[in-house]
């Protein structure tokens, strides 16, 4: 057990290599498969070539954005003693990362569609383990490169910055150590924005033109190998769900692991750790998470083609989930010591007491479990207004009756009304994490929701793969079994993807506010006292911000649709024989339409999320930049989770009239009046459930960790960054951020 505690945080790494070294073994199984005839193997060519074209041209305009943030940032390491140059190397790294991880999962990703394609002509049982299996390639490989990189970077500035000096666990020696650190965040989330942004705006662009044109224009089915939009609207499932939602994940995961860390530091721990146990929790509690999604993904399967695929999907989920939570247990009761702790702040020697919260090591572990139970529910709700066959998505269905009008209405309804639970569950989950473990307590419930990342990710990342293997099928002609079998993974696939963004939205909010908190720490706010006129404009501002983001996103889809639309009509009109199977469309100019969009879109609301802090920190101080944080996580959780949800409810609300609805007696089926109808819905919904939906996570979160990195220079002569008292036995944890609104109860001056 000594050897164990003394190499625990040499142990963390190895977790991700694990990971690393089951992706390998899993993506090699996926190579072998058989991918299909000729014919399949070209149309999946096209969707390879497109996405890694796209990819090629985001990482060119990125890389200019990095070079120059990473000089730009090792200047501003020069400028603070309580941070460094080296800052900028952390950034570099995980800007890397983050992208690499997106590239891991889009080549997956290109690979499993064809080969699912080839499964589903045998049976739905191996067609859900080949698509589900590339999932969770991608899953391992986000969470596996996401813990080697933020382990081994804190092992090396832990060594240099604390270890080789002497230097104190809980004083300026740690903080100059996160600080550096939080450079690997802030590159995650950069990329992060940009990806999910650039690939929401590219797969909506080709999505929007490819119904309004073939579906609704010249009435072909979806995926036809006749419409030029079809490759195009198949690359984009890549770059926006693939290699856009790996992105978001990775940088939410190392975001939630950050805002621990930064709490944890100010915890004054006798633990066999040398203090560093409250830091370490985060991490560990992730390697295990990757351990544990890796035994839930081998439940995942069925074994005849009436069997459920949401419940094999679910029995995995729930699988990590309960192994995490029994697993972490142990893990809290062995690192964390005994004793209470207690929620003060050491301010220029003297002690500012903010309250009387009291906690243990087993108000943490319970902190663990609310933050698990709040993201099960956030994924349950999300189902329920998302799903097939639920009221919202049935309510949806019977006012396509009366026109596309209405069916706008009854969505934009439908994704109001659904933000009031997760809204409601989120408040009880902050609440009842704080009550078991204060501010720490926040943030360690976000890490324990966030511990199984890999498996929601692999159960997110199988959607689009179904998707692309559905429309492989369609522009291939296969028998319409194959396509049966394809659409049944796909409706389970939207159903997932839309869970799997509550679930990010969920996390987004608990991190946010735990970056919050640490950033309140670091800039030196004794409270933020929304009475001030520019604090509650700070306040109102940030309200403002995901709105403009949101209408910068949705615009964007819409200009790039347009063209898609123009070019799309074109190729009909001008190339003969299209329509007959007698002439190729020119998939190519449908690709490079998105991609040119894409690109150049999404450089205006990145910007906002990056420049507005700055500007608000070092114009107006830390405290109206506190407001504007509050405003933006408030207003942005609410956003993300009403877009997302009224897009996902309109889109399988159109999905349902593949198999015929009810409404009022009668049947319907595509192409009828009220089909056409939910298509005008799902059509409106696109650039809400893949553009600026899921993208509102990234900007909460992006913004706070800026706000987290200019803290230091805020901060700088004013209050010292940590500073404790050991006088009691118990455990002090050091933190201004409870007091927000309210005065310090007391000042004790020592």
Request: charged content about 15%.
């Amino acid at each position: 057990m000594d050897f164990l505690n003394n190499y625990l945080i040499y142990l963390i790494p190895v977790f991700g290599l694990v990971g690393i070294a089951v992706m390998l073994v899993k993506s090699a199984w996926v190579t072998k498969q058989d991918a299909g005839d000729g014919n399949m193997a070209e149309l999946a060519g096209y969707i390879a070539d497109g996405a890694m074209a796209f990819l090629r041209a985001e990482w060119k305009v990125l890389s200019y954005f990095v070079v120059i943030a990473g000089i730009l940032l090792a200047w501003s390491g020069t400028t603070v003693h309580t941070s460094s140059p080296v800052i900028a190397v952390s950034f570099l790294v995980g800007a890397f990362l983050s992208a690499f991880a997106g590239y891991v999962g889009m080549r997956i990703a290109t690979k499993a569609n064809v080969r699912t394609t080839q499964a589903a002509r045998t049976s739905l049982a191996h067609a859900l383990k080949v698509s589900f299996t590339g999932g969770t390639v991608m899953g391992l490989g986000v969470a596996g490169l996401a813990i080697i990189g933020l382990g081994s970077l804190f092992i090396v500035f832990y060594t240099i910055y604390v270890k080789n000096v002497g230097g104190d666990v809980n004083g300026e020696a740690m903080a100059k150590a996160l600080d550096v650190l939080a450079g690997f965040s802030l590159g995650a989330e950069s990329i992060a924005l940009f990806a999910r942004v650039g690939g929401g705006i590219y797969t909506k662009a080709a999505d929007v033109g490819a119904d309004l044109v073939g579906k609704v224009e010249a009435g072909i089915p979806e995926d036809d190998v006749r419409n030029p939009a079809t490759i195009a609207d198949n690359v984009g499932d890549n770059v926006g769900d693939v290699a856009g939602m790996g992105a978001d994940l990775f940088g939410s995961y190392v975001a939630t692991m950050l805002a621990t860390m930064v709490l944890g530091r100010e915890i004054v721990s006798h633990d066999a750790f040398g203090g560093i146990a409250p830091i370490l929790l985060p991490m560990v509690i992730a390697g295990l998470g990757l351990i544990f999604s890796i035994v839930g993904a081998a439940m995942v399967r069925i074994k005849n083609e009436t069997d459920s695929v949401q419940n094999a999907l679910n029995i995995g989920n729930w699988t990590s989930i309960v192994l995490t939570a029994i697993a972490t247990y142990f893990v809290v009761q062995w690192m964390l010591p005994e004793g209470e702790f207690h929620m003060s702040r050491d301010l220029a020697n003297g002690v500012l007491k903010v309250g009387s919260s009291h906690f243990t090591k087993n108000g943490v572990y319970m902190a663990i479990i609310v933050g698990l139970v709040v993201g099960t529910l956030m994924s349950i709700i999300t189902e329920y207004y998302t799903a097939m066959g639920k009221r919202p998505v049935l309510s949806i269905i019977r006012q396509s009756s009366t026109g596309h009008a209405t069916n706008i209405i009854g969505g934009l309804a439908v994704g109001m009304e659904s933000t009031v639970l997760p809204i409601l569950v989120l408040a009880a989950g902050i609440y009842g994490s704080y009550h078991f473990a204060g501010l720490y307590g926040v943030a360690i419930a976000a890490a324990g929701m966030m511990a199984t990342t890999a498996m929601q990710l692999a159960i997110d990342a199988f959607g689009p793969i179904a998707d692309n293997a559905g429309g492989i099928a369609e522009m291939s002609r296969l028998p319409e079994e194959v396509r049966h079998r394809t659409d049944n993974l796909d409706a389970v696939g939207n159903t997932t993807a839309a869970t799997g963004k509550g679930f990010a939205i969920a996390s987004a909010a608990l991190t946010s506010l735990a970056l919050f908190a640490a950033f309140v720490g670091v800039a030196g706010i004794e409270h933020i006292d929304i009475y001030k006129a520019d604090v509650l404009a700070g306040l109102f501002v940030g309200g403002m911000i995901p709105f403009i983001f949101s209408a910068l996103c949705i615009s964007a889809v819409g200009r790039a649709a347009m063209a898609m639309v123009e070019e799309v009509r074109r190729q009909f009109r001008e190339i003969p024989g299209i329509m007959e199977y007698k002439a190729k469309p020119e998939y190519e100019k449908c690709v490079a339409i998105s991609t040119a969009a894409s690109i150049r879109e999404m450089v205006a609301p990145g910007l906002i999320a990056l420049i507005t802090p700055i500007i608000i920190g070092f114009a107006f101080g830390p405290e109206v930049l506190g407001g504007l944080l509050a405003g933006v996580t408030v207003s942005g959780v609410l956003m993300g989770i009403f877009q997302s949800n009224a897009g996902g409810a309109w889109d399988n609300a159109k999905k349902s009239f593949e198999k015929g609805v009810e409404i009022n007696g009668e049947i319907y089926y595509k192409k009828s009046e009220p089909h056409k109808a939910s298509v005008t819905g799902d059509t409106v919904g696109d650039p809400f459930k893949d553009t600026s939906g899921p993208s509102m996570n990234i900007l909460i979160k992006l913004m706070s960790i800026v706000s987290l990195v200019i803290a230091p220079h805020l901060n700088a002569g004013k209050i010292p960054p940590a500073a404790v008292s050991t006088k009691s036995k118990t455990i002090t944890v050091t933190k201004t951020a409870a007091v927000i609104t309210t005065k310090l109860n007391t000042v004790n001056y020592q």
